[in-house]
């Protein structure tokens, strides 16, 4: 994942020669099929990456975090005898947030000189945020000499989210950071959060992203309508005595007799969210048997979904997934992430690597403003603190 030797000479750049005493990294994350229906209460399947982000940090005697982003090149502080506010620099309220809330819990936090490290693209749909958070709290638990479950580890990282830095995601980021397996997926029922590690290590198969560059941000408009449009189909179907708590509950049927009485959009959220979570399913066992062909069609069905009745998509995301459907050797593509931009993944045999790449250059490239980037991946494991 993340080089460490460049991190520790990056670190005795910023902080006056001083050596890190822990080094946590967390890995980033694509979601194979499932999604927006975590803050649904419905099923999702991911797999943490092999990039991610990595956090340095070294105790200090007084009471301040000093904190430096390598991506931004800025340092950011926090008093931590005064009550913490939102930074000015939108990147450092992820790590004051989880700072804040493990005080909260009572966990002993001390002052520290902390760098941050990501081959992770900001914005770009593969869960940077939720990297930087599970990071930041190993580290910080590490130096505390504390312990907390990654259960709870993740369930504070996503308040923390949602509390500072404005954004009201689902839990699936989180878990998949800290308890994903490497060569599996993690299936994960984001209501009870019961979850169970799927095997995902196909013979000749490989898992290529692709980067748009365009950069989509989960605290914006886009995200919260779509939250907004399937809570109000929930209170549609409760209204007309459905015993639905969230669209985890609703079922095609429901659909069929009330969605004419909801708006169009509405009713295509539901639509997309129902469907989406047989599509987990139905993945799940076709990992299980291997089935990578009918693994892709619902790869394909998941990103129209998207496209049509989520209306998450777009022109780049699109052109991404068609350029995959025609090229030999590609069995699925979809965009991963949240969309509004960000990154599409490809499953895809061994051979068509290279040609997949010079397709996206030929094809995209000279169509869009912005290249994209592809690189290959495989399914990692979670979050790991060292003390060096």
């Not at 099923?43 to 931004?72: K, N, Q």
């Not at 939720?130 to 910080?140: F, N, S």
């Not at 019961?194 to 995902?200: G, L, T, W, Y």
Request: with cysteine.
């Amino acid at each position: 994942m993340v080089n460490v030797e460049p991190i520790l000479t990056r670190f005795q750049t910023v902080f006056d020669g001083q050596r890190p005493c822990y080094l946590a990294q967390a890995p980033g994350r694509v979601n194979l099929i499932g999604e927006h229906t975590d803050y649904n209460d419905g099923f999702v399947l991911p797999v943490a990456i092999d990039r991610g982000v990595c956090v340095a940090l070294r105790p200090t005697e007084d009471r301040l975090l000093t904190v430096h982003s390598t991506t931004y090149g800025q340092t950011a502080e926090m008093d931590l005898e005064e009550d913490p506010a939102a930074a000015a620099q939108s990147w450092a309220n992820y790590v004051l947030g989880v700072a804040a809330l493990l005080m909260r819990a009572g966990v002993r936090i001390g002052g520290a000189e902390m760098l941050i490290d990501s081959d992770l693209p900001p914005g770009g749909g593969l869960s940077s945020s939720a990297a930087l958070e599970v990071a930041t709290a190993k580290a910080l638990l590490a130096a505390g000499g504390s312990f907390m479950p990654a259960t709870e580890i993740a369930q504070m990282c996503r308040e923390a989210e949602a509390e500072y830095a404005g954004s009201p995601c689902g839990i699936m980021d989180q878990y998949a950071a800290l308890l994903a397996r490497e060569h599996h997926a993690l299936f994960l029922d984001c209501r009870t959060l019961r979850f169970d590690h799927v095997p995902f290590r196909l013979e000749d198969i490989r898992l290529a992203v692709v980067d748009t560059g365009l950069r989509h941000h989960v605290s914006g408009r886009g995200y919260e309508q779509r939250r907004a449009l399937c809570e109000r189909g929930v209170r549609c179907l409760r209204e007309r005595g459905e015993p639905v708590q969230a669209l985890r509950d609703a079922t095609e049927d429901m659909l069929a007799a009330h969605g004419g009485d909801m708006p169009p959009e509405v009713a295509d959220c539901c639509r997309h969210v129902i469907a989406e979570n047989h599509r987990v399913l139905r993945a799940v066992e076709d990992l299980r048997g291997g089935a990578v062909h009918d693994f892709g069609r619902l790869m394909y069905d998941s990103h129209q979904s998207l496209r049509d009745c989520y209306r998450v998509s777009c022109e780049e995301l699109d052109a991404v997934v068609g350029i995959a459907s025609d090229t030999n050797g590609v069995y699925g593509a979809r965009l991963t992430g949240a969309g509004f931009g960000g990154c599409a993944i490809v499953l895809l045999e061994d051979r068509a690597a290279e040609s997949l790449r010079e397709r996206i250059r030929s094809l995209y490239d000279n169509r869009f403003a912005r290249p994209a980037g592809v690189f290959f991946t495989t399914a990692a494991g979670g979050a790991t603190c060292v003390e060096l």
